[in-house]
């Protein structure tokens, strides 16, 4: 069975025809070339696929995309301002966070979603006052960035990268 | 084989959509349900989205508790002002499941629905009671780290996966459903069944039953609560061992206790016998040590997880020893 759907992916409005069981990666990946999401794991483990949907990061291979007709992707590819990276991209080239680069779009939309998440006041597990602000401590950061996997080990950079982020 | 896809109006609409198919099941964040699909252990045939539903909101009750909607995210019931303020140990599972992306997709009511991640029920091309009733249990003699030490049965010993059902569970949370006959309320605790004879049956909801929102009563003043999880890594892993415990502390005895255990059962354990030897006596450690131990009393280790038993112990003990001191 087929569905029609609409996404804002990356500020371009795309309508597609898609199988219902199409995950919204595939949908991304396949149906409109958008190969910013990778395919990691595909099974919701390593977090390569993360974007944020109507700005709230999510993976996308989780989930089938007729269920998100008329939502605003982000990639990673969406994220600079014409030629001027986002801040949070530049953080992680100032910063080495990346060694082959390929969990790297995930990382990145993750991170842009620590950095919300904590300016909103929103706790994480680590955090001691669940009613008080949040200070993104290392330990906050390796909390929050734990749903998105590296095998090249850059871990140590992608937290100095969300630090620097956060400023 | 013929597949459908369908989104619901409203609650009444989901469920009239969903009656009469077996092969049917209600979608809402996916990220158990799509994940069991593409593994090959689920494929309903007819699939009724719920997740645009009406469900999405948080309420502050009359009484002073809350209403939960179904289709609420994770992620935002964790973030709820009046969750963190009034009910820290919910706030605090929701936290330490899954990771900050798959909280954002995921629901109330299919939190409370996600099925165990036993290995081998997880394995297709191993026997298991629960994906294929009468196949036999491949965890009994086998890999059983994760598995119950309370409650299980010779034909199954998963153990239910939630964190926040555990919190729900000490909460005395009721859960509203709507089925084809009409509404109905489960008692948090009573919605989970033990394995028994039909490890296939996970819960006692029907599939075309759907959950529509959560209440939570409201806490009298002076009780405090706490989340204690223990797992293999220090993030994003399901519990070994989890305690969700409920205190209220006046003049030094017990005067309300409510626990419930993670990880050790196939469902969400609450602890009665525990919470009987604390009601009314002193609040202090060796109290502690013999109500859980009352508890766990009834504990049947399989071979590769006695450790739970001292585990469940430990962390019991001492969430119970931090909440009575900060009554004082």
Known sequence: MDGEIELRVDGRRRRLRVDTRTTLLDALRDGIGANAPKKGCDHGQCGACTVLLDGRRAITCLTFAVAHDGTEVTTAEGLADGERLHPVQEAFLERDALQCGFCTPGQVCSAIGVLDEAAAGHPSVVTEDLTGPVELTDDEIRERMSGNLCRCGAYVAIVDAVRDGAR | ?328
């Open chain 2, 1 to 328: 084989m013929p597949f459908d896809y369908r989104r619901a109006p409203d609650p009444e609409g989901a469920v009239a959509a969903a009656t009469g198919w077996p092969g049917v099941a209600f979608l809402a964040g996916g990220t158990n349900l799509v994940d069991h699909m593409k593994l090959g252990l689920a494929a309903p045939d007819v699939l009724v989205d719920i997740s645009r539903l009406p469900l999405d909101t948080v309420a502050e009750l009359p009484d002073g508790g809350l209403r939960i909607g179904a289709t609420v995210r994770n992620a935002d019931l964790a973030a709820h002002p009046v969750v963190r303020r009034d009910y820290p140990v919910l706030a605090r599972a929701l936290l330490s499941g899954a990771s900050g992306q798959i909280r954002n997709l995921a629901t109330t009511g299919g939190n409370l629905l996600q099925r165990t991640r036993c290995v081998y029920f997880q394995d297709l091309t191993t026997p298991c009671n629960k994906r294929e009733p009468g196949t036999g249990c491949s965890a009994i003699g086998g890999y059983t780290r994760h598995h119950a030490i309370l409650g299980a049965s010779a034909h199954c010993v998963a153990t239910h996966p939630s964190d926040m059902a555990v919190a729900m569970a000490a909460l005395d949370a009721q859960v509203a459903v709507l089925g084809p006959a009409g509404r109905r309320v489960v008692p948090l605790v009573e919605l989970h069944r033990l394995p028994g004879e039909e490890p296939h049956r996970d819960t006692v909801l029907s599939p075309s039953d759907l959950i529509t929102s959560v209440d939570l009563p409201p806490l009298p003043p002076g009780t405090r609560s706490q989340y204690r999880k223990v797992r293999d890594r220090a993030s994003f892993a399901f519990a070994l061992v989890s305690v969700a415990a409920v205190l209220r502390v006046e003049d030094g005895v017990v005067r309300d206790a409510r626990i419930a255990l993670g990880g050790v059962a196939h469902k969400p354990w609450r602890a009665r016998r525990a919470e009987d030897v604390l009601l009314g006596s002193p609040a202090d450690e060796e109290v502690f040590r013999r109500a859980i131990d009352a508890e766990l009393a009834g504990a049947a280790p399989l071979e590769g997880n006695g450790f739970k038993v001292p585990l469940t112990r430990n962390l019991a003990v001492s969430a119970l020893r931090e909440l009575s001191r900060e009554e004082r």
